[in-house]
């Protein structure tokens, strides 16, 4: 043996198969027997290089391939312990086996606690030993390096921010990653082995239903492209019944020969991407200030509704709910308080009505409910008390009690309507009926509204052109003192002279006109040509006409009020005492403390005021006591009462009480009769005014009245 370079067969294993064994020593006899052992031609064969000195070992091992070396620590200047530790350092991964001579086994034991694997005495080798030995040392550095490297695979497939499992061929889970395991809720050691569909439960994102994971047709896919990757989008069911939404891609694994071991399926969290995409869906079909259903939203709904009642034979029902006088608390609270108030009336809305109902905000003060599990007509009915009630408590809004009621419409399917446009209509039209008797109130729907809804609808849109083409008139109905039976001064009251329906009263059009606003011009038109009637008589000699004027609450309540009435004396050169406003109770005591204010402000303009219709609101007697009005003007329906039964002339005696207590004019409205006036007389009612005196009638006639007033005397 002269060349220490030696080469030997291929080896036969695969464990480390391209790494050779390095052997250091320094004998050669020692080195061939060594060689001819590791390289003998069994199943254990291993490729073999030789050097003679740890330099040269040092330098071999530096250039790698290595897997194995066998070193003699008995080399030409080798301090032992030393000449192993600098070996060691050089390539602390490759394994090495010490041959050592009996008297230096002390030092070899030493050399394998600082990391040698194993030593051998020479005296002892034989060709067996010795394979098994640097076999079992290769194979357990391979298993270690893969051990390490699945290690650092594990951790860079955990630091990712995907869900990764590994399936084998069955199907069955043979790893997971650290976000599998939180994404599935299965940790490792029990997922390991189990069917992964009992890890992965994904299900229709839509339609819940379950969604098969793809790790079987891939699997068993026919090798196309598309059969070894499926994507998939859906929602993972978490073992704890939570909801991802994720992306699920399914890709083969072969191992090296081509062969299908199994399947890898890459998870991706999309939750936060879709809630993105489901919240930009969910602005669309919700109403921002209340987070309801939309229009839109509720469209649908109701007509899912109608088909599933329909294939299940059911009924169901819509209520169209619109808050009653909401712009006045628009008007004189602000639009933030308004907005306040729109929310708290939703929660009852929602209060009222069961899970499966949809509440819907159409827009301004209207909502709309879709009742949609009604067992009988009733149900509804039932419903829309509950709503009357729940939303008639007070509101607290910024430490201020608000009151607000609401009137319903209902309509029901099957019986009334058959369609979702239908059944809105239905349930619109029958929402102005409750507004018409009276509002806080509720009404379903019956054939004749469809007809007074058209009028209603149609008088609306002709009301627009009614002031621009002239077609208002004022009627004027003297007041007469009843001692004396002379004018005191004329009501102006409005007649609408429609160019096809003929000659209107108010019932017929200032609810309307209230509602939708226009109240205002037409109101702010009676008060200047009352004013210029009024001097117009003055001016033709006739002397001093006092007029009053009907004031309805949102004119009232309006922010251009004052200054508009205003602006009509200053126009009209009327006196502001020859001017009476006459108000209703329910206006003043809607928003007492504010009404106060207002009715200050035309007191001190020097304006006359008279509470109208006494006796058919709720007046507060503190209120009735501090308010700065003039006259109290009995409602007719207890003037006529007079005659009717005793108890009406009890309660018209004690009006005219009242008014005289706290010193004001008392008016008896609609007397008709002269046992009316007689008894009016008795009681020391101050005026009357009715048909017994005359009817509402126009200008000159008026005038008339007022100059046969004053050359022919006493109207009574
Ligand atoms: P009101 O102010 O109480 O007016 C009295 C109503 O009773 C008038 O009805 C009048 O024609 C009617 N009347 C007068 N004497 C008798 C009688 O002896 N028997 C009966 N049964 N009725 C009598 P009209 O003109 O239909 O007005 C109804 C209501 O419409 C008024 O009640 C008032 O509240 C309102 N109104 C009238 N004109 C205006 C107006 O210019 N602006 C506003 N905002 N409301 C008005
Ligand atoms: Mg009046
Ligand atoms: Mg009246």
């Known amino acids: 043996m002269t060349s220490p370079e030696h080469k030997l067969a291929e080896p036969t294993n695969t464990i480390g198969s391209h790494a050779c064994v390095l052997l250091i020593a320094a004998d050669a006899d020692e080195a061939a027997r060594v060689l001819g052992e590791l390289g003998s031609v069994t199943e254990e064969r291993f490729q073999v290089e030789w050097v003679t000195e740890l330099s040269r070992g040092i330098e071999r091992l530096r250039d790698g391939g290595v897997g194995a070396a066998v070193l003699d620590l008995n080399l030409p200047g080798s301090l032992g312990v030393e000449t192993f530790d600098e070996l060691f350092q050089a390539a602390p991964g490759v394994p090495i086996l010490i041959l050592s001579d009996p008297d230096t086994e002390a030092m070899a034991r030493q050399v394998v606690e600082r990391g040698a694997q194993d030593y051998l005495l020479k005296e002892q080798v034989d060709g067996y030993r010795l394979r098994r030995t640097v076999r079992t040392m290769m194979d357990r550095r391979a298993a270690e390096a893969v051990a390490l490297e699945n290690e650092v695979a594990n951790a860079t497939l955990d630091s990712i921010g995907e869900a990764v499992l590994r399936t084998d061929i069955s199907g069955n889970v043979t790893y997971l990653n650290r976000i599998a395991e939180k994404m599935t809720g299965w940790v490792r050691e029990e997922a390991l082995g189990r069917p992964i569909t009992d890890v992965l439960r994904l299900v229709d994102c839509v339609s819940g239903a379950a969604v098969d994971n793809a790790v079987a047709t891939v699997i068993h896919g026919d090798g196309t492209a598309t059969a070894m990757i499926s994507f998939i989008s859906c929602t993972l069911v978490r073992r704890d019944g939570i909801k991802l939404g ?50 839109t939203l509720f469209n649908d709904r109701l007509k899912q509704a109608i088909s599933l009642a329909e294939r299940q034979g059911k009924q169901l029902a819509v209520l169209f709910v619109d808050l009653d006088h909401f712009k006045r608390i628009n008007d004189s609270l602000g639009h933030t308080m308004g907005d306040n108030l729109l929310r708290s009336v939703a929660g009852r809305l929602m209060a009222c009505v069961r899970r499966t109902d949809t509440v819907c905000r159409m827009g ?54 058959q369609d979702a446009e239908s059944l809105l209509g239905q349930a619109d039209a029958a929402m102005y009926e409750a507004k018409q008797h009276g509002r806080n109130r509720y009404e379903f729907f019956r054939s004749d509204m469809r007809r007074r809804l058209a009028t209603r609808l149609a008088l609306e849109g002709d009301l627009r052109y009614a002031l621009g083409r002239n077609e208002f008139v004022l009627h004027y109905q003297p007041k007469i003192d009843l001692k004396t039976g002379l004018i005191t001064g004329m009501e102006a009251l409005i007649r609408w002279q429609h160019p096809e329906r003929g000659m209107l009263l108010p019932a017929a059009f200032v609810p309307i006109a209230e509602e939708c606003g226009l109240i205002l011009p037409i109101g702010q038109w009676v008060l200047l040509e009352a004013c210029r009637q009024s001097r117009a008589w003055s001016d033709s000699g006739l002397g001093v006409m006092p007029v009053a004027v009907n004031v309805s609450a949102v004119e009232f309540q309006g922010k251009d009020f004052l200054s508009g009435v205003r602006a009509v004396l200053i126009a009209t050169g009327m006196e502001p005492q020859n001017l009476e406003l006459e108000l209703t109770e329910s206006v003043l005591m809607a928003d007492a403390e504010s009404a106060m204010v207002t009715l200050l402000a035309l007191k001190a303009m020097g304006v006359r005021l008279a509470i109208d219709d006494f006796g058919t609101g709720y007046s507060s007697f503190t209120y009735l006591r501090r308010f700065p009005v003039d006259t109290l003007k009995v409602d007719q329906s207890f003037v006529q009462d007079i005659t009717a039964d005793p108890e009406g002339k009890t309660m018209v005696d004690a009006m005219i009480n009242i008014g005289k207590s706290l010193n004001h004019r008392v008016i008896a409205e609609g007397v008709e009769t002269r046992s009316q006036l007689d008894f009016l007389q008795r009681h020391g009612c101050g005026e009357g005014q009715g048909y017994y005196f005359s009817h509402p009638v126009v200008a000159d006639q008026a005038g008339s009245l007022f100059k046969a007033d004053l050359q022919q005397g006493p109207h009574c």
């Open 364 to 417: 301004g003060d209207e909502f709309v409910i879709l009742l949609s599990q009604v067992e009988h007509a009733e149900d509804a009915a039932l419903t829309a008390r509950k709503i009357l009630r729940a939303v008639a408590a007070p509101h607290i809004i910024d430490n201020k009690s608000l009151d607000v009621n609401v009137s319903i419409g209902g309509s029901t399917y099957p019986d009334g309507a």
């Open 246 to 295: 994720i992306e699920n891609r399914v890709t083969v694994v072969d191992d090296q020969a081509g062969n299908r071991i199994g399947a890898v399926v890459v998870i991706r969290d999309v939750g936060a991407a879709r809630a993105a995409s489901l919240e930009t869906s969910r602005a669309s079909q919700h109403d921002v200030l209340t987070n309801l259903p939309n229009r």
